[in-house]
């Protein structure tokens, strides 16, 4: 049984060219995210997780030492998922004026958050990832994770991400991280999901 599949991406493989190349793309998702996929299958075949869903699994296995493969596998699917979500080819839309307001009550500005995610991201050492995220009462944070780890964990909501292993840039950038994420910023954010998911959250507080 397979439970989880690649998912197909919501753009063809050369669309984030030049920022992200064909090539980096293919590889990434045609074989590390796929590679997170099958071995996260076959790490649960049988167990009490083959019927979880990702967020679930996560959550179940992230302390429990005997877990941590099935937990890597499945977070690093998450994070995937998300990533390819969180970017949108180019042209891509500017912020509507909601996100530029909201980014800059906390950043100072649009530029200045581009310019935050990148220090975040230059300053994290090893494999990981850069977010923006919403706390519970929706206080907007840029910080970086270890390796797998997302803030769900701490019960923040995901709104942005870039994957920061090299895998994600070492092709297109060598070892030049910030480079690689400020053209990412700089092109290819998805500012509608962004917005999507600070409504949802928004409303959800409201309620
Ligand atoms: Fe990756």
């Not at 590679?35 to 299958?41: D, F, S």
Request: proline share 4%.
């Amino acid at each position: 049984m397979t439970p989880f599949t690649l998912k197909a991406l919501p753009y063809p493989e050369g669309a984030l060219a030049p920022v992200i190349s064909e090539r980096t793309v293919r590889i990434h998702h045609g074989k590390h995210q796929a590679g997170y996929a099958a071995k996260l299958n076959q790490l649960i075949h049988d167990t009490h997780h083959a019927h979880d869903d990702l967020e679930i699994i996560m959550f179940h296995t992230k302390s429990e030492k005997k877990e941590q493969s099935i937990y890597n596998n499945a977070a690093q699917l998450w994070n995937h998922e998300f990533f390819w979500q969180s970017l949108t080819p180019e042209p891509a839309e500017k912020p509507s004026q909601f996100i530029a307001d909201r980014l800059s009550n906390v950043f100072g500005s649009v530029d200045a958050f581009r310019t935050r995610v990148v220090e975040v991201a230059a300053q994290h050492f090893g494999s990981g990832w850069v977010w923006l995220s919403a706390s519970r009462v929706g206080e907007l944070n840029v910080d970086s994770t270890h390796d797998a780890d997302n803030p769900l964990l701490w019960g923040a909501r995901p709104l942005f991400v870039c994957d920061l292993w090299e895998h994600a840039y070492y092709l297109d950038y060598q070892q030049d991280r910030a480079r690689f994420v400020q053209a990412v910023v700089d092109r290819l954010v998805n500012w509608r999901q962004i917005q999507s998911r600070l409504e949802k959250l928004q409303n959800r507080n409201a309620a």
